[in-house]
């Protein structure tokens, strides 16, 4: 049965710095990874999508990296600012048929302090 | 481009009342469709999805169920609700196929009282 699990649960940074969030998940036959950013009592907004076969995605200031024979992800956030500050979660998509079914970490959520 | 739409944002409704959720997409055709649940403390779960009309999957045995009675339209319901049942509910949807980026809809509060 696969699982995801993202470390820290919670994370508070000062304006500015660089930080990394983690996502693990225990079975490496997955389709692709996405992860997401949900702000206090919204929905999920898209980041990244790394597909199986990549090693990295970048977007602005977001950099997610994979390592599906690990069963790992980051999110690297680069010069993190206050508009940064909420729950970021990973999710893997299974590879089972053709559901698209995602499994969801509980999410790190992030405060960045002016 | 394609949107989400999920309606009502906020709802209160007593236990045994009936419930009925709604999303649509637009600017895509036969997607995939997907209803979860986000519970406090216990991450989002996948309720139910759709891989076209009438065809309705159930992941977790529960007191709901889900309907797609047009390609690009899908509702989340209740005959009677429970105090269980309370969460914010998220729609969400993908190319058909499933394995592309998922999209959500900007979820449902729904708290039984």
Do not use: M
């Not at chain 2, 709901?64 to 429970?82: E, N, V």
């Amino acid at each position: 049965k696969q699982e995801v699990t993202q470390i820290p649960a919670a994370l508070s940074v000062p304006e500015g710095e660089n930080l990394v969030l983690n996502c693990s998940f225990t079975d490496s036959a997955i389709y692709n990874l996405q992860w997401f950013r949900q702000d206090p009592g919204k929905g999920l907004t898209s980041l990244l999508l790394i597909q199986s076969s990549q090693r990295e995605q970048t977007s602005g200031r977001l950099n997610a990296s994979l390592d599906k024979s690990s069963g790992r992800s980051t999110l690297y956030i680069a010069a993190s600012q206050p508009g940064d500050s909420a729950t970021y979660l990973c999710a893997v998509r299974v590879s089972s048929g053709n559901t698209g079914k995602l499994i969801f970490g509980q999410g790190t959520t992030l405060q960045v302090k002016p | 481009s394609q949107t989400i739409h999920q309606w009502p944002a906020t709802l209160v409704q007593p236990v045994g009342s009936p419930l009925s959720l709604e999303c649509t997409v637009e600017g895509t055709s036969n997607p995939n469709l997907y209803w979860y649940r986000q519970a406090a403390g216990r991450g989002l779960q996948l309720l139910f999805y759709s891989v076209g009309i009438g065809q309705i999957s159930s992941e977790v045995p529960q007191n709901l169920s889900a309907s797609r009675p047009q390609d690009r339209q899908f509702i989340l319901s209740s005959k009677k609700l429970l105090l269980s049942d309370s969460g914010f509910y998220l729609c969400a949807w993908s190319v058909i196929g499933g394995y592309t980026e998922a999209f959500f809809g900007q979820g449902t509060r729904l708290t039984v009282v």
